[in-house]
Nanobody, 115 residues
Framework: QVQLAESGGGLVQAGGSLRLSCAASESIFNLYTVGWYRQAPGKQRQMVAIINGIGGSNYDESVKGRFTISRDNAKSTVYLQMNSLKFEDTAVYYC?????????WGQGTQVTVSS
């Protein structure tokens, strides 16, 4: 089963930026649409951005215009550039295939935005 490793989270002030990375253990990952998801305390996990195998992307309305998803298939890695961060972006961020999560969920990466 494909293993996923998220990284790049941290503590940032509102208005700041972070770049998250999601590295897959196998290149077959490159064939799939991949999503970044987030889960805030007490809330369900939600999709925030997806990218298909040829680079087409879509975003949740809450992050549209602020977040950019991209992928580097040579590295089997998907990125999430997050700009103009808001307090409500605070969550643990995960990646997985979309719409069905076919890989084992990783530990995620914590993003904390201070207001």
């Amino acid at each position: 089963q494909v293993q996923l490793a998220e990284s790049g989270g941290g503590l940032v002030q509102a208005g700041g930026s972070l770049r998250l990375s999601c590295a897959a253990s196998e290149s077959i990952f490159n064939l799939y649409t991949v999503g970044w998801y987030r889960q805030a305390p007490g809330k369900q996990r939600q999709m925030v951005a997806i990218i298909n195998g040829i680079g087409g992307s879509n975003y949740d309305e809450s992050v549209k215009g602020r977040f950019t998803i991209s992928r580097d298939n040579a590295k089997s890695t998907v990125y999430l550039q997050m700009n103009s961060l808001k307090f409500e972006d605070t969550a643990v961020y995960y990646c997985n295939t979309y719409p069905n999560a076919l890989a084992q969920w990783g530990q995620g990466t914590q993003v904390t935005v201070s207001s």
